[in-house]
């Protein structure tokens, strides 16, 4: 038996919006034993230098191995553009983002070649999503738009109405006008818009949810390098694990919103300690 | 004559926001010259560290003081909230937040002692405003509202509609149950939105804006400290300067649209160059 199977995955977020990652990660690979850490205390990192996010990502990978984890999810789309090549140059274990999962099941999934990107401001800006695409297909036509709203929309968790219909008819609407194919929810919290935003672009675009498609790809890693985990008892898979670096405002409510249960396990990290794990 | 009036007024913000102070004072001081500093690199302020929103503030009054500023506005309600005292015990020039100002109008316009304050997550979760309104009545009935949703929209700059209407009315909701009689708009995004909020609260309700309250506390400090500049030329006034960080997508645009005519004299700074700027 491969020792290193029992071991369990960790995943990383800025914040809150990784457990969207989490979930679809729970619901792909249930047996599986999944340690989260999101930095809420300096959340967001899409306004940071390129080495501030890979700083802080050191710091977190460091943490999760402290945890002995046989894989690392990078569930944050900053973090994903910036820091993965200098996390994979340091560590030796498989390390995947949710830019490339997206970008790949995208291409699949758009045979004319017509994409769309929709993120937050510093995602669109970035153009990750554009360069992994036309590395993988460089006759893509592909269309970003960046929809600064609708993370605090999420956040605020407003039932679906007028004010999101309104919203997201607005961020759209150059998708009616010159259809897409796909489209890649570029942004871990709005796989919870999902149902709404198929409604407004129609039903004949297919929606890329980058937290299942990276389950996906995590999956296909574990069977290839014999890593999965077996069941030893009934509640081996269950022990997952949240870290937080802060509890912000209505934190309980919004997590266990995103998670789609109450949270266990959760435990706050200061930043203080994070700071005193050696970096690599 | 005091050689000193003939210099300009600082101004900073972490952002755009402060331009909306910036339209305040060259509407009530016509004469007097601005410099303003938007640290659009470092953009929000709300989500960093006491310290860290110090130092950067440390940066800035040193970068405007080589521009020889007679008085510094700090049109940032978390640079005001947290760095103002650091900030007046380095320097001894007058030094201006944008809390103060706020809160001393909304008392004077509430007789009933009922006031309502709305901002951004971060300035409602500080407290600042509850600190500066109870410390000038104690007997205050003060109700908060976090509204993580207007700056986005304020920034987008859609046209006032059905979006916005259903935004605000789930905002001020509380307020119409529990009416107050000033509410102090404490971000300086809100002043865009002031029609739309003073609709959709109510002709009641005296709306306070702090750029405004803000440019005159400046005016009472320079006509007491005899610091009015007295024009010399036609066109002397008309000199402001401004500089940012960073030159964020859509900046011309947004910027325009804050200051509600084109942007002259602007300038980038290099983080870098601020970085060796000594701080005193």
Redesign the interface.
């Not at 153009?127 to 970003?144: F, H, V, W």
């Not at 890649?184 to 818009?193: D, K, S, V």
């Not at 149902?195 to 299942?212: H, K, M, T, Y």
């Given at each position: 038996m491969n020792q290193v199977a029992q071991n369990p995955i960790g995943i990383f977020d800025s914040g809150l919006g990784g457990i969207s990652v989490v979930r679809a990660m729970m619901e792909l690979l249930p047996d599986e034993r999944l340690i989260y850490f999101g930095d809420t205390a300096?959340?967001?990192y899409g306004?940071k230098s390129n080495e501030t996010v890979r700083r802080f990502s050191r710091q977190i990978v460091n943490f999760l191995l402290d945890h002995q984890v046989k894989m690392v999810v990078v569930a944050c789309n900053t973090a994903s553009a910036i820091a993965l090549d200098d996390l994979r140059g340091r560590w030796n274990l498989p390390i995947i983002g949710v830019i490339e999962p997206g970008a790949t099941a995208a291409v699949n999934k758009s045979p004319s070649n017509r994409v769309g990107v929709i993120g937050t401001?510093s995602t669109i800006?970035s153009g990750a999503y554009e360069k992994a695409l036309l590395t993988r297909n460089p006759n893509l036509n592909i269309q970003s738009k960046?929809c600064?709203?609708l993370v605090?929309?999420v956040?605020?968790g407003?039932p679906e109405?007028?004010?999101l219909t309104?919203?997201l008819e607005?961020y759209l609407s150059g998708y009616k006008q010159s259809p897409v194919e796909s489209l890649i929810l570029g942004c871990t919290h709005y796989p919870y818009l999902k149902e709404a935003i198929q409604r407004v672009i129609g039903p004949d675009v297919n929606l890329i949810d980058s937290g299942e498609e990276t389950a996906r790809m995590v999956q296909d890693i574990l069977i290839e390098k014999s890593m999965a985990h077996t069941p030893v008892g009934q509640d081996a898979a269950r022990k997952h694990h949240f870290y937080v670096s802060d509890f912000?405002?209505r934190f309980q409510e919004t997590a266990s919103r995103f998670l789609g249960r109450p949270l266990e396990n959760l435990f706050r990290i200061e930043l203080e300690v994070l700071e005193s794990y050696s970096v690599g």
């Amino acid at each position: 038996m491969n020792q290193v199977a029992q071991n369990p995955i960790g995943i990383f977020d800025s914040g809150l919006g990784g457990i969207s990652v989490v979930r679809a990660m729970m619901e792909l690979l249930p047996d599986e034993r999944l340690i989260y850490f999101g930095d809420t205390a300096r959340v967001p990192y899409g306004s940071k230098s390129n080495e501030t996010v890979r700083r802080f990502s050191r710091q977190i990978v460091n943490f999760l191995l402290d945890h002995q984890v046989k894989m690392v999810v990078v569930a944050c789309n900053t973090a994903s553009a910036i820091a993965l090549d200098d996390l994979r140059g340091r560590w030796n274990l498989p390390i995947i983002g949710v830019i490339e999962p997206g970008a790949t099941a995208a291409v699949n999934k758009s045979p004319s070649n017509r994409v769309g990107v929709i993120g937050t401001t510093s995602t669109i800006h970035s153009g990750a999503y554009e360069k992994a695409l036309l590395t993988r297909n460089p006759n893509l036509n592909i269309q970003s738009k960046a929809c600064p709203l609708l993370v605090p929309l999420v956040e605020e968790g407003w039932p679906e109405d007028d004010v999101l219909t309104g919203v997201l008819e607005r961020y759209l609407s150059g998708y009616k006008q010159s259809p897409v194919e796909s489209l890649i929810l570029g942004c871990t919290h709005y796989p919870y818009l999902k149902e709404a935003i198929q409604r407004v672009i129609g039903p004949d675009v297919n929606l890329i949810d980058s937290g299942e498609e990276t389950a996906r790809m995590v999956q296909d890693i574990l069977i290839e390098k014999s890593m999965a985990h077996t069941p030893v008892g009934q509640d081996a898979a269950r022990k997952h694990h949240f870290y937080v670096s802060d509890f912000p405002q209505r934190f309980q409510e919004t997590a266990s919103r995103f998670l789609g249960r109450p949270l266990e396990n959760l435990f706050r990290i200061e930043l203080e300690v994070l700071e005193s794990y050696s970096v690599g």
